[in-house]
């Protein structure tokens, strides 16, 4: 058995947190819950980050002590993380007396043997970044971090000599790949704030009060970083060499937005470094959600607030969203119509269906009891290999941290076995007398598939892996079942328990069909109500979407949906069904043979349950009409559009 420690940043306690915020926990708590599951004894903390100016200026605008400013939003952070079902071991604040003490002891300690100094520092100063920068650093005299203003600061400091230990940690960099993740933030790290040289850094300031008083100088407060990074040892004990700090430091992942990775491996390494204390194993510097509008902030109101999307959609709903949209790592968008759309087509139509129609038939065919199975063919093969293969991918994806790719091995297996119930038709089965055995076969194939989905679904969902157990007829928890995933854990003889469908679709309002011809048509968002203008985007990103000519094969109308065509396209070799909503503007005839563009990469979904393999492109007015976009000659199907 293995330890695992796994820490977020903790958080500023200035406004209530939003769904990027959620996104790092829930990622997180998906990796503890992962690493128990497996039987590591883990370590999961988060916390709060206090001593940032914009708190005192916050609090002191609104007649509050900083003090009791805080306390209310951290009851807030800490009630989100419950609704949230975070497993967290501990939830560390940077003003408790435990993290007070340790950052003393910390200061002291670096004072005392020389790599703290006294100075005086004159440079620029990022109050929302809490950064020092140099004259040169500066970006048109902004903040290259955030682009915002910053203040000119004069004061006597204390100085931390980082640039005594920039050889070694490049050095330490260079010889463990795996330190920085993904490999595009180690490089950024390596050439822009190593390979240039790295200047002493201030670790106090004497202009505001709000912060950990230097011990031995007290007119000083630590620098915000200096202590915020130490949360992550404080809050196992150190200074004192507690039984929890040595079972549990080095950590094994520090997981951060990318916005943080620079103070997490050049600082945080160095001060540990100068502690004489290994560093964490891993800094992984994750993507930015993103919001129509840009980044999402309170003064552009674009702000998502997880408890209402809990409210609306449910619980392993948000947490399923948060885990399977993003590749890890990248940035994405956030949209309401995509986390809809992911509950209908992954949740609703995929997981709930296959537990629908497994327990319904166990019911029907076997009188609610799970049959034992007959010998299995070569389709029952396939299924257990894919089994066995679907929870390798996944724990493999885990190891690498890459989530949304664990989920996505996990959903394989379940889109495979919805397809092997139609292929073995255990509805005939059950008509034939003679085909008992193999109707038996069949229906422990489909359960037990489930109950190993169940299992390989506990780091990610907290609800439903439980629920699908309850169905299947079994006790205990699915979480603590690692050693039972291999094929054959199922009793047969066990009673099903039927029950409510775990996911119901999110039904889309009718109106919104007039949308135009893109995609599945969503309500409103609840907060930006207003479109915004859509983000500036580098070419890079525009790169990522595959854009080609297609011929149209054969085209027709949707029954009961009079705003939809079923298109048949070639892309040059490969066909692709198309749901579009052009009926009311094209007859379906006149298309066929005629050239189109589509988004060939866009990830399949189903419109009015019928499956759509990519989205075609056309213009749209405000007086309502449409246009295709077609190549202004022909040009040969397959052909790129860039
Ligand atoms: N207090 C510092 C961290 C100190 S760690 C020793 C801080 N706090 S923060 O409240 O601003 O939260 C930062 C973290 O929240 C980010 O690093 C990131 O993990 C997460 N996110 C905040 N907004 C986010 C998105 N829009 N998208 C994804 N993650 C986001 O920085």
């Known amino acids: ?184 933030r180690k490089n950024e790290m390596i050439n822009n704030f190593l390979r240039p040289g790295l200047e002493d850094l201030c670790v106090s300031r004497t202009t505001f009060d709000w912060g950990i008083k230097v011990p031995f100088d007290p007119k000083h407060v630590v620098y915000v970083w200096l202590d915020a990074l130490s949360n992550y040892i404080t809050a196992l004990g150190y200074p004192e060499e507690t039984e929890l700090f040595r079972r549990f430091w080095p950590a094994d992942v520090h997981l951060v937005g990318k916005e943080i990775v620079r103070f997490h491996t050049i600082i945080w390494p160095i001060l540990l470094m100068a502690l004489g204390l290994p560093l964490p194993k891993r800094v992984f510097g994750h993507g930015w959600l993103i919001l129509e509008g840009g980044k999402m902030s309170k003064s552009k109101g674009n702000v998502v607030d997880p408890l209402v999307l809990i409210d609306r959609y449910g619980l392993d709903a948000v947490r399923y969203y948060l885990l399977r949209e993003l590749p890890f790592g990248a940035d994405g968008y956030y949209t309401e119509e995509a986390l809809i759309l992911r509950i209908n087509t992954d949740l609703a139509t995929d997981l709930g269906n296959l537990l629908h129609r497994t327990v319904s038939m166990i019911e029907k065919f076997a009188g609610g009891v799970i049959p034992a199975p007959g010998p299995y063919g070569p389709l029952e ?58 109707l038996g076969t069949v229906l422990y194939t489909m359960a037990e598939v489930l ?38 854990g199922l009793p047969p003889g066990t009673r099903v328990r039927k029950g409510e469908p775990i996911f119901p679709r999110i039904e889309i309002k009718p109106t919104a069909e007039k949308e135009g011809p893109p995609v599945e048509a969503a309500p409103p968002s609840p907060k930006a109500a207003e479109p915004a203008p859509a983000a500036e985007i580098g070419i890079e990103e525009f790169a990522r979407i595959d854009l080609r000519v297609a011929k149209v094969l054969a085209a027709e109308r949707i029954e009961g949906a009079k705003k939809l065509l079923r298109l048949t396209v070639s892309l040059g070799g490969q066909e692709r069904q198309i749901v579009a909503g052009i009926a009311e503007h094209y007859d379906p005839a006149t298309l066929v043979g005629r050239e189109i563009v589509v988004v060939a990469n866009l990830r399949p979904a189903k419109l009015r349950g019928i499956l759509s393999e990519g989205m075609l492109l056309a213009a749209s007015n405000d007086a309502g009409e449409l246009a295709l976009v077609v190549p202004e000659r022909p040009i040969g199907e397959g052909s790129k559009v860039r």
């Open 1 to 184: 058995m293995g330890k695992f420690y796994i820490t977020t940043p903790i958080y500023y306690p200035s406004d209530n947190l939003h769904i990027g915020h959620a996104y790092t926990t829930v990622a997180a708590d998906a990796l503890a819950r992962y690493h128990r599951l497996i039987g590591d004894e883990t370590y999961f903390l988060t916390g709060t980050d206090a001593h940032r100016q914009k708190i005192q200026r916050k609090a002191e605008a609104q007649g509050k002590k900083p003090q009791e400013y805080v306390d209310q939003i951290v009851a807030g952070i800490k009630e989100l993380w419950r609704r949230l079902a975070i497993s967290n071991d501990d939830f560390i604040r940077t003003t408790e007396p435990r993290h007070e003490r340790g950052v003393q002891e910390i200061f002291r300690r670096l004072y005392e043997q020389g790599d703290i100094y006294k100075s005086e520092y004159e440079g620029w100063y990022c109050t929302p970044c809490e950064s020092f920068w140099l004259d040169r650093q500066l970006v048109e005299g902004k903040c290259p971090d955030c682009g915002r203003p910053v203040e000119r600061v004069r004061e006597e400091s204390y100085f931390f000599r980082l640039s005594k230990y920039a050889d070694r940690l490049l050095a330490h960099i260079e010889a463990n790949p795996e330190f920085i993740q993904p490999v595009s």
């Open 381 to 438: 093969q396939e299924i257990q290999q894919t089994a066995a293969e679907s929870i390798a991918a996944m724990a493999g994806h885990m190891d690498r941290l890459e989530l949304s790719d664990a989920l996505a091995a996990v959903f394989r297996l379940v889109g495979r076995t919805n397809k092997y119930i139609d292929e073995a038709a255990p509805w005939r089965l059950a008509k034939e007398p003679g085909d008992r055995e193999r």
């Open 451 to 488: 109950r190993i989905v169940a299992i390989a679904l506990t780091p990610f969902l907290v609800e439903t892996p439980g629920k699908i157990w309850h169905q299947l007829g079994l006790d205990g928890d699915p979480a603590r079942a690692w050693q039972e995933r291999h094929w054959g």
